[in-house]
């Protein structure tokens, strides 16, 4: 078999697995049947990503040919976003199985379908090219992150995961009038059809709307200021697992989703006569200094990088609203970089929570003395988040930096400059209380994480370094990808 032939089992593995594990017994195999499916989809996607470099993967299901039958179709964008997310489900699945046996000690069968379920549907979305499929994919994603957030163990996560729903649904259902209206305009749901039509009828008040239904939902599902505000609750109630999972790939694949449909189905030339680039750039300035802020000083360390994300969602904004080739690298590398950055400093988190049962900062106090390692991966990955040289955040910040200065956008880069310094108060803020402020008494001592977090949370840790010094699986394949959307290549 071809990779192409390979190519929709990156997606039907996990998809088929899931009611599976719902099936299974225990906690030993639900866990293993997901590591197995989740693994088999990452070793699919590490094959597809350098054939689709030459040129775009096609495969059409039932063999009907588009626009009639649905096709996945795979250049260097979704293909870096497909690696990311089935590498990312590698990592933290091993990390995972001792976070969920704390957390979620029963019914795990069920807890580790609903994950398979949520990766199928993120996989789904970055492979297809049918903007239907995209949210058909959507739902099965967001369905399943509602009932992970759920599993939280404080009653708060039912209230998060009820406020996620609306959200969401609203952000779903916005994004499906945007697909109707452009259905009923051009005839045709494939987007790289789309992209041929839309064009003809590009003057249209009803492509204008598909338009702003299409930004406006999807920026609910990435959490673009002040779309953002399920987001903290969220990340901070859900199960340790959930949170890493999340903040890693379900924001970054609603980027994509909306750099596809400007890009590729609406073209930069009809974006540029919406007020698509003031919008966005506001936005991520806004959203960088107002999350910043807001970070310094949050009562508990999930939430304080909640909002962590909040303004990196923000760079990325500030980033595709350059409209340039540079720009959008830079955001697409931004999207790379931050599940790096992010996924290790929320393992970090989860590994705190496993041991003291708690991540409220003033808990945190004292805390490197017994979990040096532990305290140890959130600084270096810290490092990362802040932008320092020989970081993949420093290359992220770099790139977003070197666009703006091509364009004369000094303000830009003053936000990216305060916005690293930002970073360096709340970052510091948890190493000065760990590092440097007396232990509280505990009934028991603490002691460090135990292996099975240390190792997958040292990956990531190495992984932020590696993509900080070589570039050339990141930075130059995104710089690839953005030819292709600026130059409206289907």
């Not at 192409?4 to 899931?18: K, M, Q, R, T, Y």
Request: glycine content about 8%; charged content about 10%; some cysteine.
């Amino acid at each position: 078999m071809t990779v192409l032939e390979w190519l929709p089992f990156s997606v039907l593995v996990p998809l088929i697995a899931a009611p599976v594990c719902a099936l299974l017994p225990g906690r030993v195999l639900p866990w293993s049947l997901a590591l197995l499916a989740v693994a088999a989809s990452a070793v699919i996607t590490a094959f597809v990503l350098p054939a689709a470099m030459d040129e775009p993967l096609r495969y059409s299901f039932g063999n009907w040919p588009p626009p009639i039958g649905i096709e996945y179709r795979v250049d260097s964008v979704n293909a870096l976003l497909a690696l990311l997310i089935a590498w990312m489900g590698v990592i933290i699945l091993p990390w995972a199985r001792l976070s969920v046996n704390r957390e979620v000690p029963e019914r795990q069968g069920p807890f580790y379908a609903l994950f398979l379920l949520a990766l199928a549907g993120l996989m789904g979305i970055v492979l297809t090219g049918d903007a239907f499929n995209v949210f058909v994919f959507l739902e099965i994603s967001s369905l399943s992150t509602y009932a992970l957030i759920a599993h939280g163990r404080k009653r708060a996560a039912l209230l998060s995961s009820f406020r996620y729903l609306i959200m969401g649904t609203l952000g779903a259902t916005f994004y499906l009038i945007g697909v109707g209206l452009l259905y009923i305009m051009t005839g045709t749901l494939n987007m790289a059809d789309l992209a041929e039509r839309v064009p003809e009828v590009a003057e249209t008040n009803a492509i204008r709307a598909a338009f702003a239904f299409i930004v406006i939902g999807l920026g609910l599902k990435l959490a673009l200021f002040p779309l953002h505000r399920w987001l903290p609750g969220a990340y901070t109630n859900a199960p340790s697992a959930v949170t890493v999972f999340l903040a890693a790939t379900a924001t970054k694949v609603a980027v994509y989703v909306l750099l596809r449909m400007v890009f590729t189905v609406f073209g930069l030339e009809f974006a540029l006569t919406m007020p698509y680039q003031t919008v966005f750039f506001t936005l991520g300035i806004i959203g960088i200094l107002f999350a910043s802020i807001s970070a310094i000083d949050q009562p508990n360390l999930k939430r304080m990088l909640a909002y962590s994300s909040v303004a990196q969602i923000g760079y990325i904004a500030l980033a595709i609203s350059l409209v340039s080739v540079e720009g959008l690298a830079a955001g697409l590398v931004h999207i790379f970089n931050h599940a790096l950055m992010k996924g290790a400093l929320f393992m970090a988190a989860g590994a705190i929570i496993y041991r003291i049962g708690t991540d409220r900062m003033s808990d945190i106090a004292g805390l490197a003395r017994s979990m040096p390692w532990t305290m140890l991966a959130f600084v270096l990955a810290g490092l990362s988040m802040i932008g320092v040289p020989l970081t993949a955040g420093f290359i992220s910040k770099w790139a977003l930096i070197q666009a703006a200065i091509l364009q004369g956008n000094w303000l830009a880069v003053v936000v990216v400059l305060v916005g690293s310094l930002l970073a360096v108060l709340y970052i510091g803020r948890v190493a000065e209380a760990a590092y440097l402020k007396p232990a509280p008494e505990r009934a028991e001592p603490v002691r460090e994480a135990p292996l099975g977090l240390l190792l997958p949370m040292y990956v990531l840790i190495a992984a932020n370094f590696w993509f900080g010094i070589d570039t050339r699986l990141t930075l130059d394949v995104a710089t690839h990808g953005a030819e292709i959307l600026v130059g409206g290549a289907p």
